[in-house]
């Protein structure tokens, strides 16, 4: 049965909780007074259904930041679009801050694994990671909306523990460093030199300037 908590006072000022019980709660709902879970099971089965009509024709999102569990997601439908006999182009939209670097060189790996060529095109904004992917797209299949922010910039991280750990960690977040940059050079046609000046600090740009800078082949109208 549903209980509310109310207090009420007695003389010598001691607070006294007393349970009302509310007799009618099947009646509530019958009502629907708690339709959350309801609404959120038919949103899933809606989502699911929009998710299968696009990866249908091939169009995949990829919409958040970039973990583990995004990278799977990517992988598994890029593999699955693999194993049909029909091959043809994959569009990967993408709106992402970034996020681990990792992940997103799987998606990268698996972008180069792919049979079906993989276009990219970015909506809203495509940071770090995702600025990353969005130019390992197939070359003259990379575009923008007009109105994304496009922002590149060196691998963050940080570093703690004995000297030897800090050390080892550092090597690694050079090394993630040099690796990014040398993409971002191939992926624009820029030299090594620009790209690790340019990522120094955040470097955001709007969709003309990616396509001017190299990021991206077309602006998507």
Not at 80 to 104: F, H, Q, R
Not at 209 to 221: K, P, R, S, V
Request: with cysteine; hydrophobic share 40%; proline share 3%.
């Amino acid at each position: 049965m549903f209980c509310k908590n109310t207090t009420i006072h007695n003389n010598n000022n001691n607070i006294i909780k007393k349970k009302i019980i509310i007799k009618n709660y099947s009646k509530i709902q019958k009502n629907n007074f708690f339709p959350m879970k309801h609404d959120y099971i038919n949103y899933k089965k809606y989502f699911n259904e929009i998710e299968k009509n696009l990866l249908s024709k091939k169009i995949i999102p990829l919409y958040g930041a970039f973990d583990d569990y995004l990278a799977e997601n990517i992988i598994f439908k890029i593999l699955y679009l693999n194993s049909l006999e029909e091959l043809s182009n994959i569009l990967l939209v993408i709106n992402s801050p970034g996020g681990s670097v990792s992940s997103g060189l799987a998606i990268l790996d698996i972008i180069n694994y792919s049979q079906n060529p993989i276009d990219t095109a970015c909506i809203a904004m495509a940071a770090s990671m995702g600025a990353f992917t969005l130019s390992a797209g197939n070359l003259n299949g990379r575009g923008s909306f007009p109105n994304s922010r496009i922002m590149i910039h060196q691998p963050l991280g940080g570093a703690r523990g004995e000297t030897v750990d800090i050390e080892s960690q550092s090597n690694e977040i050079l090394y993630y460093k040099l690796l990014l940059s040398n993409y971002l050079s191939e992926f624009t046609k820029k030299n090594l030199k620009t790209i690790m000046s340019d990522t120094d600090r955040d470097f955001f740009m709007s969709a003309n300037e990616a396509l001017n800078y190299g990021l991206i082949d077309l602006i998507i109208n």
